[in-house]
C-alpha cells in the first residue's frame, strides 16, 4: 500500500481496514453517546474490543473528556492507536487503561506495539 500520509482520522480508519484484515471491523458513528470509541473489532478468538483513532503531528494526543471517562470506565479491551511521524513508527498502539498518562505525556509514553504489523498482531492475539 502507498506511504500515503495520514491526516484524519478518516485517513487512519482506511488505513486499519487495509493494514489489519483479519479483524471484524464495525466503525461507530454515536452522536448519542460522547466518547464512545471509533471502531468495535472482533478478533479471530472471539473477543471484541473497541479502538480509538487518533492522528497527531506532534507529541501531543488531545482526549475530549467524555473518550477519557470512557476508557477510565471501561479499562479491559479498549485501546488507542494514534497515527504518527514515521520516525516515531507510523502507527502506535496503546492501552485504554492508560489514556490519562497518554493525555499527559503524549507519544513520550511507551505504547504496547510501534507499526502496523505489530500492532496487527497485537490486537488479533486477544
Known amino acids: 500500500m502507498s506511504q500515503k500520509k495520514i491526516n484524519s482520522e478518516r485517513d487512519l480508519w482506511r ?12 466503525r461507530i ?3 448519542a453517546l460522547p466518547g464512545t470509541p471509533d471502531l468495535l473489532g472482533y478478533a ?3 473477543s471484541f474490543f473497541t479502538l480509538e483513532l487518533k492522528v497527531t503531528s ?3 494526543i488531545r482526549f475530549s473528556p ?8 471501561h479499562p479491559q479491551n479498549t485501546f488507542i492507536l494514534v497515527a504518527c511521524a514515521p520516525k516515531l513508527g507510523t502507527c502506535r498502539l496503546y492501552p ?5 498518562a ?4 503524549g507519544l513520550k509514553l511507551e505504547p504496547l506495539c510501534v507499526g502496523w ?8 492475539s486477544l
Open 102 to 105: 497518554l493525555e499527559n505525556f
Open 29 to 31: 458513528e454515536n452522536w
Open 96 to 100: 485504554g487503561h492508560g489514556i490519562v
Open 44 to 46: 479471530p478468538s472471539g
Open 15 to 26: 488505513k486499519v481496514k487495509n493494514e489489519i484484515k483479519t479483524i471484524s471491523w464495525i
Open 58 to 60: 506532534g507529541n501531543k
Open 66 to 73: 467524555h473518550q477519557i471517562s470512557f476508557h477510565v470506565k
Open 117 to 124: 504489523d505489530a500492532c496487527r498482531l497485537q490486537l488479533e
